[in-house]
């Protein structure tokens, strides 16, 4: 079977959300509000991030020292070794930042392509959101399009995730691997997921749809 994998990267990939990680660091009092209207879709991703940057005490080189101290996954580069041997295609999709996946993917020697929103600092830190989708616009970075987009004909559609921006991509995905507050989610929902805790749990459950043809 033709297969392609769609990952959420924080949380998912890494062992700490590293736009937490952000905010937990360098942002003052405050941020938790602005957090929780995120969570409740009363402000956008973009909204939320830019809100949240104007408590930030930090410039671009604080963020790279902190994200380079994130661990990933210890089984997600097998995981990709395990998809290119079989022709399996893989994509992350992140509501987080580019600039903190490629530090990430840079220090680990990972290869695979991405989407995400972009981090820009000049004086101060902004989100910009190239694929955000204005119709919705809840989402920087919507998942769902840039799967409809990216997927071939005839592939199973397999979406990885553990958080808020992944509710959406998993209700339109074929197969489901979820974690924490997704896993909650597709419980709640009535959409069929496996739960996972690493990338190697999702290589022996591929493994095991593979041995039944």
Not at 9 to 29: L, P, Q
Not at 139 to 163: F, P, R, S
Request: charge should be negative; proline fraction near 3%.
């Amino acid at each position: 079977m033709k297969r392609v994998f769609f990952t959420d990267f924080d949380g998912t990939i890494t062992r700490k959300d590293t736009c937490e990680a952000m905010v937990e660091a360098f942002a003052a009092d405050g941020w938790q509000e602005i957090n929780e209207m995120w969570e409740r879709k009363e402000l956008s991703t973009e909204e939320c991030a830019n809100r949240t940057f104007q408590l930030f005490r930090a410039d671009l080189g604080d963020i790279r020292r902190l994200v380079e101290g994130i661990e990933i996954d210890g089984t997600f580069k097998d995981f990709l070794n395990f998809c290119r041997e079989r022709g399996y295609r893989v994509y992350v999709l992140s509501d987080g930042y580019a600039f903190n996946i490629d530090t990430i993917f840079r220090r680990y020697g990972i290869d695979v392509p991405y989407f995400a929103n972009k981090l820009i600092y000049d004086n101060g830190f902004q989100i910009r959101c190239p694929y955000l989708n204005p119709e919705c616009g809840n989402c920087g970075t919507c998942k769902k399009k840039l799967m409809e987009k990216l997927k071939e004909a005839g592939e199973q559609v397999v979406y990885i995730g553990d958080g808020s921006s992944d509710t959406c991509p998993a209700a339109h995905a074929d197969l489901v691997f979820a974690k924490e507050k997704l896993y909650r989610f597709c419980r709640e929902k009535g959409i069929p997921a496996l739960p996972f805790d690493s990338f190697g749990d999702i290589i022996e459950a591929v493994k095991r749809m593979e041995s039944c043809g």
